[in-house]
């Protein structure tokens, strides 16, 4: 089963490097935003099962639009936090955040976010994909 990603990050040149690195690496990038308006349109219709959420969005703060990506869903995808920041900067946000986990993107990779998701309770298969639960 492949997994469906969201990218959230107001930064163009990295959704779109983000993107390519991920579909390359057989991460299926359902969609992509760069506010929390544009990420919350178009949860319902490409209902991805994970979705990461900048931490610093511009004027933005990234926890809120985790928490709302969360908030009103059935089936809300799993969020991981990403940031060019070190985690540390930011430990007990993260903490006590909706994110199922923090990923600096300097270390973004299919192979990274199926980790974290197997980690989070998904079942790993053979081939090396997630089934979520």
């Known amino acids: 089963m492949a997994i469906r990603c969201l990218i959230v990050d107001d930064n163009d040149h990295f959704r779109s490097a983000a ?24 949860i319902d219709d490409v209902r991805p099962d994970v979705a990461l959420v900048d931490i610093d969005l511009g004027e933005e703060n990234g926890f809120e639009v985790a928490r709302r990506l969360v908030a009103v869903r059935l089936r809300p995808p799993r969020v991981i936090l990403i ?5 540390k900067d930011f430990a007990e946000m993260i903490a006590v955040s909706p994110a199922i986990a923090f990923l600096s993107k300097s270390a973004l990779s299919g192979a990274a976010i199926r980790e974290i998701l197997w980690k989070a309770g998904g079942e790993g298969d053979l081939d090396g994909s997630v089934r979520l639960p």
Not at 19 to 42: C, K, P, Y
Not at 83 to 87: L, P
């Open 19 to 42: 993107r390519a690195l991920l579909e390359g690496e057989g991460i299926t990038v359902v969609g992509t935003a760069s506010a929390s308006g544009d990420a919350l349109r178009q």
């Open 83 to 87: 940031s060019t920041y070190a985690e």
